[in-house]
T-cell receptor, first 114, second 113 residues
Framework: SAVISQKPSRDICQRGTSLTIQCQVD?????MFWYRQQPGQSLTLIAT?????????ESGFVIDKFPISRPNLTFSTLTVSNMSPEDSSIYLC???????????FGPGTRLTVT | DAKTTQPTSMDCAEGRAANLPCNHS???????VYWYRQIHSQGPQYIIH???NNETNEMASLIITEDRKSSTLILPHATLRDTAVYYC??????????????FGKGTSLLVTP
């Protein structure tokens, strides 16, 4: 199994600013994923982050708005840039890979943009 | 990935079995059925997965119909802590690189005393 932590757990940010969310896994994993969960909604995949290569973004999400880093096999960051109130959501990272069919999720970062 | 259809919400009395259905009529031969749940204010948690055969683990049982077009997650003795949103997800078997999950709307299960 893998334990995933995220920082910060929550934040309130001003419109136009940026926030970087950190995701730490307690073991080496091949793939990490970033999801967004808007209020009352299900999870939507933002991007897939593979160590050593650029992240792959889903339709509707762009690198300029959500730059992602994956410097090693246990860590990733997601930046929410030039924030607007529409970015208010919970952002979750997850990890999976290898022989495991299970994907592990962090507790999420609750972002409020005012 | 195949789409799934689940009831929006269900209720279950504590101690009784909770049976959560899922339709996945467009499932492909190489796609597994996964179940995750999300307790309020937490990240999703893996429950179980299966391909063709019924599966059971310490958390739940998964019953997949012979044509694989639908499945049922069974929580044999539901507790208040099982109150959560349950997601049925169809996805290809993970490669060594892992896989991304396509979450639908899920079923909100309320377990009542």
């Amino acid at each position: 199994s893998a334990v995933i932590s995220q920082k910060p757990s929550r934040d309130i940010c001003q419109r136009g600013t940026s926030l970087t969310i950190q995701c730490q896994v307690d073991s080496q994993v091949t793939m990490m994923f970033w999801y967004r969960q808007q209020p009352g909604q299900s999870l939507t995949l933002i991007a897939t982050a593979n160590q050593g290569s650029e992240a792959t973004y889903e339709s509707g999400f762009v690198i300029d708005k959500f730059p992602i880093s994956r410097p090693n096999l246990t860590f990733s960051t997601l930046t929410v840039s030039n924030m607007s109130p529409e970015d208010s959501s919970i952002y979750l990272c997850s990890a999976g890979g290898g022989a495991s069919y299970e994907q592990y999720f962090g507790p999420g970062t609750r972002l409020t943009v005012t | 990935d195949a789409k799934t259809t689940q009831p929006t919400s269900m209720d279950c009395a504590e101690g009784r079995a909770a049976n959560l259905p899922c339709n996945h009529s467009t499932i492909s031969g190489n796609e597994y059925v996964y179940w995750y749940r999300q307790i309020h204010s937490q990240g999703p948690q893996y429950i179980i997965h299966g391909l063709k055969n019924n599966e059971t683990n310490e958390m739940a049982s998964l019953i997949i119909t012979e044509d694989r077009k639908s499945s049922t997650l069974i929580l044999p003795h539901a507790t208040l802590r099982d109150t959560a949103v349950y997601y049925c997800i169809v996805s290809p078997t993970p490669s060594n690189s892992g896989y991304a999950l396509n979450f639908g709307k899920g079923t909100s299960l309320l377990v009542t005393p």
